[in-house]
């Protein structure tokens, strides 16, 4: 499939439980966020590829906020397929985190769409909806 | 031949204005009031004024506003937006104008009265589609997973972010200009509030009102007058949104340096005095090793050394730096004007002894770094 609106396919891949990545065909690693073309390349002939799902936090902090709100994570996760995206933890305590931890996505309502989040492998099952 | 600067422009005025709290004015009023500071000493009237650099926070027009606002007509406006480094992109920009004969006098200002006028850093960046659910507390958090990695990858630890911390105080403790004059205790640093992991209040630059202005001609006008000269600016920009950046402990400012230092035709050890663009206590860290002053990974066992204080063999942001002096929202020209200062022997109970300086100024999320290089006369 020709990506001619990246962010609409994505959201709506998300819609069906699916979290897909674009890549330049036949077989380019993977980018993420979605583009109308390849970075760097400017390549348009892409495909989406459907995620394993499977990724490292790579970078990680804690966002303090005011009682009664919980603090809360923000990760980056490196994909298995290789690209980094932006991300949170859930399933276990924002200040448990940790570089190098092995985690798994899981897809949420978020507004009037969806996002994805991270759960530890062998984590707890994360909330049903994100909460800012 | 590109990037040889041997014929290179001298700044022969910069100013600063209504640094701390300045209640009452507008941030157009703080960056007019720097601009005829900066003119003043130059000795050059506003109306020779043909080039006219500036971006304010909240003016996505200010080339124009600015232009009007002073009452004159510049041949050439820029309001070019790379985050808190525009001003040195400008400056590069300025350098090869006046080089070209393009102009003969060009302006950079930059103003605001974020800490009194509007009370709250104002971002010009907001969380998208794909950082948006995440809701990370921009700039902060973007800086706060470098720094995590920084730590995970090289044993940086908070005491080294205290010890910048610490610095910064006590170089602000020589400067009347600076907002934050008192020492920073190891017990209030780690009573701080922590605002995005491992990052607290205390490691992040201050909110104030502040204005900075500069003001550069080709060298032959400087002859005779006061002045420092630009011998080299290296841009480099390697991401915008902090999950696209390639490394995150090493930024592009490794790439900017070389090329400013090569510009120069200068080598890190030739330097001086040294002032970054502190928005946070890692980028001292980050920045001082990726300007090579010393290996990547040591940067935290290097500022915990006191080489950067006073006294020091390196000194670094002798106004005592965003995180101490001033941070309007964007600190990039504030770098270029201490350096002049330091340079032209004005810095008072805090100068060094300095003909090689370095100004370097960040912007975004560590996306775009830019690096510049001024000399005393001696150096030319």
Known sequence: ?132 | MIGDRRTPTALIGAATFGIGEAPGFTSMDLASRAALAALEESGLSLSQVDGLFIALPNDFLSGLSFAEYLGIQPKLTNNNRTGGSAFLTQMNVAAHALAAGEIDVALVAYGSNQRTGVGGLVSAAGPNLYEKPYSPRLPVSGYALAASRHMHEFGTTRDHFYAVAKTAREWAMLNPEAFLRKPLSREEYDNARMVSDPLSVLDCCLVTDGAAAAVMVRKDWADGRTAAYLLGVGEATDHYQIAQMPDLTTSAAKASSARAYAQARITVSDIDVVQLYDAFTINMILFLEDLGFCKKGEGGDFVASGAIGPGGQLPVNTNGGGLACVHPGMYGLFTIVEAYRQLTGTAGDRQVAADLAVAHANGGFLSSQVTAVLGSAATL
């Not at chain 1, 390349?41 to 495909?47: A, K, P, R, V």
């Not at chain 1, 949420?108 to 994100?130: M, N, R, S, W």
């Open chain 1, 1 to 132: 499939m020709q990506a001619t609106r990246p962010d609409k396919e994505y959201l709506e891949f998300l819609a069906q439980g699916r979290f897909m990545l674009q890549r330049r065909r036949p077989d380019a690693t993977p980018f993420f966020y979605p583009r109308v073309a390849e970075p760097g390349t400017g390549s348009t002939d892409l495909e989406w590829i459907e995620a394993s799902g499977f990724g490292t936090v790579h970078a990680t902090t804690v966002v303090r906020v005011r009682p009664p709100q919980a603090d809360y994570n923000v990760a980056i996760v490196e994909l298995d397929e290789g690209p980094r995206m932006m991300s949170r933890i859930e399933g276990v305590a924002a200040a448990d985190v940790r570089i190098g931890m092995r985690v798994h996505t899981r897809i949420v309502p978020f507004e009037d769409h969806h996002a994805v989040i991270f759960v530890p492998l062998d984590g707890e099952t994360p909330t049903e909806e994100l909460q800012p």
